[in-house]
């Protein structure tokens, strides 16, 4: 508190009840998915009936799928895994560029072009998805139309979700990276020119490894968004599904706790991706 | 010669530069955006024939089904980015101003754990919660406040709980961020003037917070307004939720002419909403979007 302002005593005692509060709705959710997925019951609802690893390792003679064997899941999983990584690299290359061209560069259109850039992010995902979609299918059948081309990665799946996924994130990117190069002392480059080093060793050994907590940084978050993402992912879908896409379906109609399996194992990953990052920012502080 | 040879380098690093830059933002967005404005402008009148035309905003307007939803959707986001400031403004005042150092920092990052978690399950989170065979049903008839378990799924509070639980992230990090920035100094100075909490709240406080005031509420707003899964899941076949209209007429029927007129009139509403945002607390769109 600031100190010299008197706080009666009720009130530090209702915000204290305020947080615990708040604390409490924050994490009711996350606790309840967790604990069910080692509930012994075909169905994520009360009562508890006993722990069970079922919900991950399946258990045949009742008939349960466990999350290890649930090869649709896992798949799913994987694709996931396979966009979010597509998607992480263009935007960090994408990103880094944009930021080299925004700091560095002087042209004229400039200023239109930075506010261009922060426009992705008020566009509401699933509009991005179908613009996205009807953009593409369009250029898609001219090229057939035309060439008498079949322009398969044009058509609903994964190479959209990617573009899809990537229209926005990469605004993202290019915030987060342009922040630290704006920061970046000019004379250090300077210096090793000076020294008679060639612009790609300056690159290389200057600039790139100053930038590298915010490439870092930000990859970690953009992974995390478009293994995240459902809005976008959602209009452009074709036959494989992401994790998002896929539980969404289960959970509709109505899903066994092998989604709450899922849901602690995505916790966990997140969690330790947390951990890593802050480690990381530790050691580079001390 | 040398000056030459640099200024046509210079040129090509500029074009290198820009190429990528252009490509995604005329490729992923400006283009797709013109060619969803055009397909809203399209009639179809036989197969594979086509011409100009308002049929399908003549339809938004003639359909009260439609019209209904848009507007509810505006309304329930509108209250559920009021709700989000509500909630969120105590707990970003308390982080940056009434705790200090570790317990902040902890306090802070606690706050975001839940947000490193897919918003799915979150969403399967509050499912399990409310449905009526649920644990917050349950737990009513335990404590013998029901008789039986209620259904507390598929209401528009159980929507604007979900909406409001999903956008808290976008609200604390950028008002924490305002409200650190403020000098504890100034609400002392307001204090010994004579001002009493609440004048120092509106006087000092809420101006000197409104950028990220305005930076939360226009992400939460936009955010909430382009929902799709929680307002369908936890609002269940009835949601009557715009962005489902969307979806159904894109990929269930396939009606992809409608499907972008009503795409398009989601993203004049955003739009709408962001200049109004703007406008009211006198920011400027590059400042706002640089605290989020």
Same mark, same amino acid.
């Given at each position: 508190?600031?100190?010299?302002?008197?706080?009666?005593?009720?009130?530090r005692?209702?915000?204290?009840?305020?947080v615990?509060?708040?604390?409490?709705?924050l994490?009711?959710?996350?606790?309840?998915?967790?604990?069910?997925a080692f509930?012994?019951?075909?169905?994520?609802?009360?009562?508890?009936?006993?722990?069970?690893?079922?919900?991950?390792?399946?258990?045949?003679?009742?008939g349960?799928?466990?999350?290890?064997?649930?090869?649709?899941?896992?798949?799913?999983?994987?694709?996931?895994?396979?966009?979010?990584s597509w998607?992480?690299?263009?935007?960090?290359?994408?990103?880094?560029?944009?930021?080299?061209l925004?700091?560095?560069?002087?042209?004229r259109?400039?200023?239109?072009?930075?506010?261009?850039?922060?426009?992705?992010?008020?566009?509401?995902?699933?509009?991005?998805?179908?613009?996205?979609?009807?953009?593409?299918?369009?250029?898609?059948d001219?090229?057939?139309?035309?060439?008498?081309?079949?322009?398969?990665?044009?058509?609903?799946?994964?190479?959209?979700?990617?573009l899809?996924q990537?229209?926005?994130?990469?605004?993202?990117?290019?915030?987060t990276?342009?922040?630290?190069?704006?920061?970046?002392?000019?004379t250090?480059?300077e210096?090793a020119?000076?020294?008679?080093a060639?612009?790609?060793?300056?690159?290389?050994?200057?600039t790139?490894p100053?930038?590298?907590?915010?490439?870092i940084g930000?990859?970690?978050?953009?992974?995390?968004?478009?293994?995240?993402?459902?809005?976008?992912?959602?209009?452009?879908?074709?036959?494989?599904?992401?994790?998002?896409?896929?539980?969404?379906?289960?959970m509709?109609?109505?899903?066994?706790?092998?989604?709450n399996?899922?849901?602690?194992?995505?916790?966990?990953?997140?969690?330790?991706?947390?951990?890593?990052?802050?480690?990381?920012?530790?050691?580079r502080?001390? | 010669?040398?000056?030459?040879?640099?200024?046509?380098?210079?040129?090509?690093?500029?074009?290198?530069?820009?190429?990528?830059?252009?490509?995604?933002?005329f490729?992923?967005?400006?283009?797709?955006?013109?060619d969803?404005?055009?397909?809203s402008?399209?009639e179809?009148?036989?197969?594979?024939?086509?011409?100009?035309?308002?049929e399908?905003?003549?339809?938004?307007?003639?359909? @009260?089904?439609?019209w209904?939803?848009?507007?509810? /959707?505006?309304? &329930?986001? !509108? #209250?559920a *980015?009021a %709700?989000t400031?509500?909630?969120?403004?105590?707990?970003?005042?308390?982080?940056?101003?009434?705790t200090r150092g570790?317990?902040?920092?902890?306090?802070?990052?606690v706050c975001?754990?839940?947000?490193?978690?897919?918003?799915?399950?979150r969403?399967?989170?509050?499912m399990?919660?409310?449905?009526?065979?649920?644990?917050?049903?349950?737990?009513?008839?335990?404590?013998?406040?029901?008789?039986? @378990?209620?259904?507390?799924l598929?209401?528009?509070? /159980?929507?604007? &709980?979900? !909406? #409001?639980? *999903?956008s %808290?992230?976008?609200m604390?990090?950028?008002?924490?961020?305002?409200?650190?920035?403020?000098?504890?100094?100034?609400?002392?100075?307001?204090?010994d003037l004579?001002?009493?909490?609440?004048?120092?709240?509106?006087?000092?406080v809420?101006?000197?917070?409104?950028?990220?005031?305005?930076?939360g509420?226009?992400v939460?707003?936009m955010?909430t307004?382009?929902n799709?899964?929680?307002?369908?899941?936890?609002?269940?076949?009835?949601?009557?939720w715009? /962005?489902?209209?969307?979806?159904?007429?894109f990929?269930?029927r396939?009606?992809?002419?409608?499907?972008?007129?009503?795409?398009?009139?989601?993203?004049?509403?955003?739009?709408?909403?962001?200049?109004?945002?703007?406008?009211?607390?006198g920011?400027?769109?590059?400042?706002?979007?640089s605290?989020?």
């Amino acid at each position: 508190m600031i100190p010299s302002l008197p706080r009666p005593w009720w009130l530090r005692l209702a915000t204290v009840l305020f947080v615990l509060a708040f604390l409490l709705f924050l994490f009711m959710p996350l606790a309840t998915v967790a604990a069910f997925a080692f509930n012994d019951a075909p169905y994520p609802a009360p009562p508890w009936q006993g722990f069970t690893l079922d919900w991950f390792i399946g258990n045949e003679s009742l008939g349960r799928t466990g999350l290890f064997r649930d090869e649709e899941l896992l798949g799913s999983i994987l694709t996931s895994l396979f966009v979010a990584s597509w998607v992480t690299l263009l935007s960090i290359v994408i990103g880094t560029t944009n930021a080299f061209l925004m700091e560095r560069m002087r042209f004229r259109g400039q200023s239109l072009l930075s506010l261009l850039m922060l426009v992705p992010l008020v566009i509401p995902g699933v509009i991005l998805g179908i613009s996205i979609l009807a953009f593409a299918s369009r250029v898609a059948d001219l090229l057939g139309d035309l060439f008498g081309w079949e322009v398969e990665f044009l058509r609903p799946g994964l190479p959209l979700v990617v573009l899809g996924q990537v229209s926005y994130l990469i605004a993202i990117a290019t915030l987060t990276i342009s922040a630290r190069l704006k920061r970046f002392d000019r004379t250090l480059e300077e210096a090793a020119y000076n020294l008679g080093a060639s612009r790609l060793a300056v690159l290389g050994t200057i600039t790139l490894p100053y930038l590298r907590p915010a490439l870092i940084g930000s990859a970690a978050i953009v992974f995390l968004m478009s293994f995240e993402n459902f809005n976008t992912t959602l209009m452009l879908v074709g036959a494989d599904s992401p994790l998002t896409v896929m539980m969404y379906g289960r959970m509709r109609d109505g899903a066994t706790p092998v989604l709450n399996a899922v849901s602690v194992f995505l916790m966990v990953a997140s969690a330790a991706l947390a951990l890593l990052l802050m480690r990381g920012d530790d050691r580079r502080r001390n | 010669m040398t000056e030459a040879r640099t200024r046509s380098s210079h040129y090509l690093l500029l074009w290198l530069l820009l190429a990528p830059a252009l490509l995604w933002l005329f490729g992923l967005i400006v283009l797709p955006h013109l060619d969803l404005a055009l397909l809203s402008f399209r009639e179809r009148t036989g197969p594979g024939e086509y011409v100009f035309g308002l049929e399908q905003y003549r339809t938004f307007f003639a359909e @009260p089904l439609y019209w209904d939803v848009f507007v509810r /959707t505006a309304v &329930v986001s !509108l #209250v559920a *980015t009021a %709700l989000t400031l509500l909630l969120a403004f105590p707990i970003a005042w308390t982080i940056a101003k009434l705790t200090r150092g570790r317990l902040s920092a902890l306090l802070f990052a606690v706050c975001l754990i839940p947000f490193w978690v897919s918003e799915t399950v979150r969403t399967l989170g509050w499912m399990i919660l409310l449905r009526e065979t649920g644990v917050l049903p349950g737990l009513l008839v335990t404590l013998g406040l029901t008789d039986a @378990p209620v259904e507390m799924l598929y209401h528009d509070a /159980t929507i604007l &709980v979900g !909406l #409001v639980y *999903t956008s %808290l992230l976008f609200m604390v990090v950028p008002l924490y961020g305002s409200l650190e920035s403020l000098d504890d100094s100034l609400i002392e100075a307001a204090y010994d003037l004579g001002g009493n909490g609440w004048t120092v709240l509106r006087t000092v406080v809420i101006p000197h917070a409104l950028p990220g005031i305005t930076a939360g509420c226009i992400v939460v707003f936009m955010l909430t307004l382009g929902n799709y899964l929680t307002a369908s899941l936890l609002g269940g076949k009835n949601s009557l939720w715009f /962005t489902e209209q969307i979806y159904t007429q894109f990929i269930t029927r396939f009606n992809w002419e409608q499907g972008a007129a009503f795409g398009f009139l989601l993203l004049a509403l955003s739009s709408v909403m962001v200049w109004i945002g703007l406008r009211l607390s006198g920011q400027r769109f590059a400042d706002v979007m640089s605290r989020t």
